[in-house]
Structure formats: structure tokens, C-alpha cells
RNA sequence: GGCGCGGUGGCAGAAUGGCUAUGUAGCGGACUGCAAAUCCGCGUAUGCCGGUUCGAUUCCGGCCCGUGCCUCCA
């Protein structure tokens, strides 16, 4: 039985789906006008974690994440690069993509991109005006606030207090203040797109209304985003998508995954904590990036720093010693043990799917458990597969060194080794001390074993 | 001002009306030529003040502190 935490309640609730042989989920994706940061990482790999969960749940699941290729960022970013926005966010898109396959995120059913879906904005739009709660004003269209009698409910907020606490300017052509755009003009040097109401482009909210509505029909059964999209976002969404469906309902639970700071401070660009995936990638693998991203739940803020990422490669580096003694292939995938899923059934508590696996990592290790116990490594590969880790040959992964270094080549260290050992075994302990130092001031650390000495990069 | 979230050991981070995870750091020991890895053992925590209760870190109230959102935002 799944639990999820539904923002619309504000409770953990019971997950029902509409339609139990087809789960339908919808995420906010990116707006591809630069690299993705780690804070729009979060959600990708936490709702990754569900899917993974309700992939083994259910029979079949339709996760929907869009692709936003069109809004003022990127038109602005285009013309700052001299180029077309397509050029800018094709690229764009492929490193988003790139950058969330080393996050082992699986990539969702479908994923539609907002400049494929303008018709079906646009026919939303008119509906909208049709039914009497959206207007047309010099050259705009605009959804009528009023016009909804429940507005507000996901947030929690009045409309009254809304417009007490704007902070922004109201367009005079608005009728009221509250209310937000769903198509503007585009001037001619602008892109733009032929409509009823002129040449102009979709406004942001109206995007995941009609490509939700094309991909998942009216009403579907989870949507998911970041905290900061409740207001004014998704609260648009429900009220372009609900009215234009005669008031059904769009999504019956929602999920909000909590922010991330950086050293305590907000990220954000002014304050230069500002980390992109790909240059976290850099420095370390991006199991360990995702490890540090689960490693407390979801819901509630996460604080990254370096350390916490060498916390997680740390841990990630005990797990694969205890794979690699358990063997690492062959492997037919299986489900996890009711112990462990029990926490991701709870709204998805991975702090304590994490404690699970150190416990049988833990395990292992203290039974000197040996190759070819596939009980256990089949208990230690599904949990953490569920968890979206441990997807690599344990050899590699000790072997893994930070994009763009030099360092020593496989070759070089083979003969260090080779070297020390013949020091060794000649008991010259002050040479073969002095080879283990220098390779270890490179961050290669050796390991003497029974079976010989092994290494690995720190 | 409005709405919301949170304060757990050195750090990270779960859970729970009584049995106080897990990891890491620290300390002691085993193994090792010495290390590393691994193993064994040890210690330290529920912001403050009340209330309910046989018993509160957990429930309730107040206070203090921190933090998010209020039409760019994951």
C-alpha cells in the first residue's frame, strides 16, 4: 500500500489510482535555456524514485515531463547568443538529457516539448474564452480569476490576499489584478505563432495544461514539481484545466519536493553558490550526486554542500566493497523485500531505504559473506536499484576519476604497484612506503590483500 | 503583513506515548612489516517553559531561533 503526501490535503494519504492498470503521472520539467542546476536535478531523481516504485506496483505507468522550449528566458538567452532559440535548445535539451541519464534517471514515457503543443494551447485558450473565463485585452488573453469560484485551493490562498500582497505592478489592461496571461503578442523581431488573437506566444502556465491534457486526459492521478511551482503554477494549471473540463478535477494528489540550499544560503546565481549538474559531474560520480539528493526526504529542504557529496561517494564507495564481494554479475533483476519498500511505500521515506542498505551492506561485510551468495546480492542490488544506485561494475567504480585530470593511466599505476611489490618482497619497506605515498598524493590508494594488492582512486 | 515548514548526538539524518535507527567523525582493540580496507567494542542527542499522562523527544499551548512562499524560480 502507497502512502503520498498530497498538497492538496496537506495529509499522507492512501494512493488510489484512477485506473490501476495505467498510472498517470505528470512533472514539471525544465525550461531548457541554459544548464540544468542541481536544484532542478531534485526533482527529477526524486520523481524518478516514484516511478521506479510504481513501475514495480502497477502494470503500467505513463510519466509525462515536459520539455519547455519556449518562454521569455529562452528568447532573451537567444538573442544574446545571436541564434535561433531552436539551436539553443536543442542543445540545451541534449544536455539536460545527458546530465540526467548520470543521474540514472530512467527517461520518462513521454516527453513532449511546449513548441509541439501550441495548437492545443491555443484550442484550450479558446475554450477558455468560449466558457466565459478568459478575455481578450490588447492583444492578450487572460484567464478571469474571478471567474473561478475556487481559486486558491492548492496554495491556500484568497484571492483578496493575493492582491494585497502583490509585489509587482498591475497591468492596467488587466480586469483584475490577479489575473495572469495565457497568450501575449510577440513584436516582430519576436517568435512567435499565428493565433486568433494575433502573432504571439503561450504564456508559462498554459504549456503543461495542454500538453497534460493531450498526453493523460482531463484528470489523471499524480502531478509532481518543485515546492516554489505551487504558486503561482500549478494553481494556474488547475484553473486553466479546470475549467476548461467543466470543473473536473486535473490531478488527485500532488507532490511538491522541498528545496535545495547550498552551504545553508539559498542557491541562486547573485550569491555564486550556484552549481550546475554538469560541473558536479565533474568532480564526482553522478550515483553519488543522486545518492546526496536522497539522502533526506524529499519534501523537506536539502542542504548540499561538497562535503555532503563526499559523504555520499563515501558511502557509495562501501556499498560497492561489499558488491564486489557478493559478485556483481550475473544479476536478474528482482523486487526488493517488503522491509525495505515499506519505507518507500511511506511517501517515499529514502532516508530510511538508505539505512536499509547499510544494513545489509553492514551485513555483509560482517559475515564475510562470499562470492556467489546470491541471496544476498540480490537483496543488496534490488534495494539500491530502487533506489536508481549501484548500476556499475564495482572495479569501475573505484576507477572512476574526475572528468578532464591527467593523472595516472591504468598502465602507470599497474607498474607502481608492480614496483612496490618487488621493494616488498626484497622487505625494502622505505621503498615501497615511498611508491604507496606518491601514488596516494596522486589519489590512488592502495589496498594489500590476501589475493594480492588491489587499488582504487580516493 | 498573510500563508507555511522546521529545531534530534561533532556532523548528516530517520523514527517513536515507554524498548533512543543508520551513516560519518572520535576513542579503544583485532588484522597488517606499516598502512588501507574490513571486523569487534565504546561514548555523546531530542531548542526553552508549561499542560495532559503512570510515563512526553513524540500529543496540546506559549516562547525563542531558523527558514520557505506571497505572480522569474525545481
Redesign the pocket.
Known sequence: MLYIHNTLT?KKEEFEPIDAADVRMYV????VYDFA????A??IVVFDVLYRLLQRLYPRVTYVRNI?DI?D?IMDRARENGETIESLTARTTQAFHDDMAALNALPPTVEPRATQYIGDMVAMIEKLVAKGHAYVAEGHVLFN?PSMGNYGEL????RD????????D?APYKKD????VLWKPSAPEQDGWDSPWGRGRPG?HIECSAMAEKNLGATFDIHG?????????HE?EIAQSRCAHDGAVLANYWM??????VN?????KSLKNFFTVRELLAHAPGEALRLALL???Y?????FSI??LQ?AK??L??WY?ALRVVAYEPYVDCNPPSSFEG?LL??M?T??A??HI??L??N???K?ITEGDDAAKNELLSCARALGLLYQNPEEWFKWKPAGQSGLSDEEINAQIAA?LAA?QAKN??E??RI?DALAAQGV?????PAG?TW?RG
Open positions: 496537506r514539471c520539467g525544465p525550461t542546476h542541481l536544484g532542478n531534485r526533482p519547455t518562454e528566458k480569476v496554495s491556500r490562498r484568497s490576499e493575493l492582491v494585497a500582497g502583490a509585489r509587482v498591475v489584478a490577479a489575473d495572469f508559462w514539481g518543485g515546492l516554489d511551482l505551487i504558486f503561482p503554477h494556474n511538491h519536493n522541498g528545496f535545495l540550499t545553508n544560503d539559498k542557491m541562486s539522502s533526506g526526504h519534501r523537506s529542504p536539502l542542504d562535503e555532503a559523504a563515501a558511502k564507495d562501501r566493497g519505507a511511506d511517501d521515506n532516508s530510511l538508505i539505512s547499510d544494513k551492506v553492514n555483509i561485510h560482517a564475510r612496490r616488498r619497506y622505505a615501497s612506503d604507496r590508494i592502495l589496498e594489500d590483500g594488492t582504487r
